[in-house]
């Protein structure tokens, strides 16, 4: 279980500039089950991605906790690994190499065992062959799934995905969602995956969180009642359309009291 109470992140004042606090996260508190697939939404600037890092252990709440199998989060481990928006692979190394840096860091396993796991690893996401290529030989789509392959070598508890296929085209998007939930099938991670795309969220996860503009709090929560493995047609089941209308409207309205009967805060679908 992943758990957050009352997390609230402000920054100070930056240097030259404005005196203003910015509060980032104001009140935020979530459960998330181990095993989940779990989408945050929300605007630009909500403070989805402050969200990931604190429990990334990347960014010090300034109140509340953090908290994962009643061990509270204080700076990164390798029961979380975090899948940025960008690959940021070692252009010096080949895939492979690229493959087991996180667990020679951690040291975990000796060198055979590390690659022998790697190459399985790179076979899961599809790009058997590639070992021995460099990330400038790859597409986008390829360099993410590396990047992919790379977390998932620590065997985290808890997978950290921040916006990890918006650099890319619509169709490798939908390609690289699909792949997502095969490998998520197989390795059955606690998943925590932030975007800005609705449609997204709701093909993907289980629930769906939904943030207020700045500052970011959670107004909604939607229980995706889809079937899993997702069927084909998922993504033109009639109701996606209506959640998305309702997620919409809640981003749009801030989560007001005033909302109409439209809005989602607090409702499970």
């Known amino acids: ?3 957050m109470v009352d997390l609230n992140v402000r920054y100070p004042p930056a240097a030259g500039g404005s005196d203003r606090v910015t509060h980032a996260l104001y009140d935020v508190s979530l459960d998330i089950d ?14 989805k991605t402050t969200l990931l890092n604190v429990v990334a252990g990347l960014v010090k709440p300034s109140s509340g906790t953090a908290v994962l199998d009643g061990e509270r989060i204080t700076g990164p481990g390798a ?15 080949t895939v492979l190499d690229n493959v087991v ?5 951690q040291r975990l396993g000796n060198r055979r065992q590390r ?9 899961m996401v599809g790009l058997s062959g590639t070992e021995n290529k ?35 085209d619509a169709h490798t998007r939908r390609l ?16 925590l995956f932030i975007t800005h795309d609705i449609s ?45 209308r309702r997620i919409d409207h809640a981003i749009r309205s801030g989560g007001r009291a005033d909302a109409d009967e439209h809005a989602i805060d607090a409702t499970h679908v």
């Open 1 to 3: 279980m992943l758990s």
């Open 34 to 47: 181990t095993g989940s697939f779990v989408a945050i939404v929300g605007p630009s600037g909500c403070g």
């Open 79 to 93: 029961s979380r690994a975090v899948v940025f928006q960008h690959a940021s692979l070692f252009p010096w190394r």
């Open 101 to 105: 840096f996180g667990a020679e860091v």
């Open 115 to 123: 690659k022998e796991k790697a190459r399985a690893l790179i076979e």
């Open 134 to 168: 460099r990330p400038f030989q790859l597409s986008g789509g390829m360099r993410q799934r590396i990047n992919l392959a790379r977390a998932l070598m620590l065997e985290p508890q808890v997978l950290l995905m921040d916006e990890p296929f918006a650099s890319l």
């Open 176 to 191: 690289m969602q699909e792949e997502l939930l095969g490998i998520w099938e197989r390795v059955k991670a606690t998943t």
């Open 200 to 244: 997204e969220a709701l093909y993907l996860a289980d629930t769906v969180y939904v943030m207020s503009p700045s500052p970011g709090r959670i107004i909604g929560r939607l229980d995706i009642s889809l079937d899993r493995p997702r069927p084909e047609d998922a993504r033109t089941d009639t109701r996606m359309a209506q959640w998305e």
